[in-house]
């Protein structure tokens, strides 16, 4: 039997019972702190395990295996909300029947829409305190006209008389079913969103993994940190495995690493919002450039304006950040921007990575963003090029086509390994693109970078000028020194390995290389004309009186 793996997160205003509701539908009570009890609030991240059987018309058929991520309602933990649903394939969305869609409902809703969430199912609970079901079913559409889930089904529960659970589960199924498998492009990520020790066994992380695979016995790096360890051990949902696949929950033992828990993010420490992942995908940064995207109904909101200090919520972690809007003032709602997130600390994040802004005081969600270039450079950040650069990718962030080109247009060259490192494209993929764009002329591969194939052009003519330049300055000498261009190149083309290449394509046609000396194949040394005179009226009177020489002061 097929078992594909799925992550499923909660939403909605407090007291609203999706805790109550995760564990109607799982058996398993999400909420695990003793606060959490004693309060009868959710406060921080719980988790269950939902084991769906596939529909009867699904291909191929199986089961479902769902970790559902519950999240807290209360508008004091947007934080630890945001932090559970950074990766997630569809959202459970809960509205009381008797209280309707609230402040932290719409505040929820807008996230889901930041992250880009674009399949769930809503559960309309506490149905029997209500007298009229369509009017509160037609209130909640009514919310969701206009938006990217506007369809989602909206199904009357009751965790009382049970109404309405097997209805979401079936519902949850059904979409499930049209959900494409989880990309497996090499590149695992784990997110944090807890660490915590125990005897015997050490420091445990958990999170939602994606992008690739992990193994037991993996060396892996914690980044931004980047400390260094080894997986021991692997679970999902509490059970031994030897490999987590994307879209499952996965615990890691990492009995090398020490729990972070004031927060330091020291070496060899590891927390929430640390992402766990391998050591050639680079390392973290402190500056992207970003799109943001405000919603129209973010009316209650503050404005996002230049230079505003805000909290960046990526994948589990919350970053202190300034604002840097390229273009405008202020970012209304309805309205899109570029702009560059200048962080107090490195973030590891990839080109097309959705995260959500709030306020400094972390009482608002402010807008969601996607990250157009994650190693962002702060100096120039305003100038024609960068601006033409972002505004290439915006048409089509998931294009790794038109990445790449932008990325070729605004820097010359790429450098193979590292262009796509920290991308949602995958090592083939990246390498497809490189090669169309050999076969179309717009690049030229030497050694382990792509050259524009204008730039190579220029720097080619370049060299073609120094030695035709050298040739008439010096026409007596055999051509100049490869040694004496090659400083010159290196600056104008600082690639390993070009100028070489460039001597080799200069000598296929028209050049020859001599030794350590580089010549037009038409060039043959000769002494400058007054020489030459000089030279032919010697040469005459040596052979005119062969045994009888000239004196020095003749020849002179």
């Known amino acids: 039997m097929t078992t594909r793996h799925f992550i499923l997160a909660t939403a909605g205003h407090v007291d609203h019972g999706k805790s109550a509701l995760v564990k109607a539908l799982t058996g398993t009570d999400p909420d695990r702190l003793p606060e959490e009890k004693a309060r009868g609030i959710t406060i921080d991240l719980g988790f269950a395990e939902l084991l769906l059987a596939s529909p009867t018309q699904a291909n191929p058929p199986g089961q479902y295996q769902v970790g559902i991520v519950d999240v807290p309602g209360h508008e004091d933990f947007v934080k630890n909300m945001v932090a559970g649903i950074g990766s997630i394939d569809v959202a459970l969305l809960v509205v009381a029947a008797d209280d309707g869609w609230m402040p932290q409902t719409e505040e929820h809703f807008q996230i889901l829409n930041y992250l880009g969430v674009k399949r769930g199912v809503v559960a309309l609970t506490k149905i029997d305190l209500v007298h009229n079901e369509q009017l509160a079913i037609g209130a909640v559409r009514k919310k969701l006209e206009g938006t990217p889930l506007a ?87 509490s059970k031994e495995i030897e490999v987590g696949w994307p879209g499952s929950r996965v615990a890691l033992n990492l009995p090398d690493l020490q729990v972070d828990r004031e927060h330091t993010h020291g070496p060899s420490m590891v927390g929430r919002g640390d992402v766990v992942t391998l050591a050639d995908l680079g390392g973290g940064s402190n500056t992207l450039e970003v799109l943001l995207e405000c919603s129209v109904r973010a009316e209650a909101s503050p404005l996002v304006k230049d230079g505003l200090q805000v909290h960046v919520h990526h994948g589990s972690g919350d970053f202190a950040a300034k604002v840097a809007l390229m273009g405008i003032k202020e970012l209304r709602p309805g309205e899109r921007a570029l702009a560059q997130l200048r962080l107090d600390r490195p973030i590891f994040a990839f080109t097309g990575d959705r995260f959500v802004l709030r306020d400094w005081p972390a009482q608002h969600t402010l807008c969601g963003g996607t990250v157009l270039d994650a190693d962002a450079k702060r100096k120039g950040f305003r100038s024609a090029g960068r601006e033409m650069f972002l505004g290439a990718i915006v048409r089509n962030v998931g294009d790794p086509a038109v990445y790449a080109s932008a990325l070729l247009e605004r820097d010359g060259m790429i450098h193979l390994a590292a262009a796509f490192q920290k991308t949602l494209f995958s090592q083939t993929v990246a390498e497809h693109v490189i090669q169309d764009l050999v076969k179309r002329g717009t690049g030229v591969i030497v050694g382990t970078v792509l050259v524009k194939h204008a730039r190579w052009q220029q720097s080619k003519e370049q060299l073609l000028k120094s030695i035709d330049a050298y040739h008439a300055a010096h026409p007596e000498q055999l051509g100049p020194k490869l040694a004496d261009l090659r400083g010159t190149m290196d600056k104008d083309l600082p690639v390993v390995g070009a100028f070489d290449a460039l001597v080799v394509e200069v000598c296929k046609n028209d050049f020859v290389r001599s030794g350590a000396q580089i010549r037009r194949t038409t060039h043959r040394a000769a002494l400058p004309q007054r020489l030459a005179a000089a030279g032919e009226r010697i040469r005459r009177t040596l052979a005119t009186k062969p045994m009888e020489p000239p004196s020095r002061k003749e020849l002179a």
């Open 151 to 237: 369809t989602m089904p909206i199904i009357p529960t009751s965790v009382v008389s049970r109404r309405g659970i097997m209805d979401v589960k079936t519902a949850l199924a059904g979409i499930l079913s049209t959900v494409p498998p989880h990309a497996d492009i090499s590149k695992p990520r784990l997110s944090v969103d807890r660490a915590f020790s125990l005897k015997g066994i050490g420091t445990v992380v958990t999170g939602t993994l994606s992008g690739g695979a992990m193994k037991r016995g993996q060396a892996i790096v914690v980044q931004p940190s980047g400390s260094v360890a080894r997986v021991r051990t692997l679970q999902t949902h």
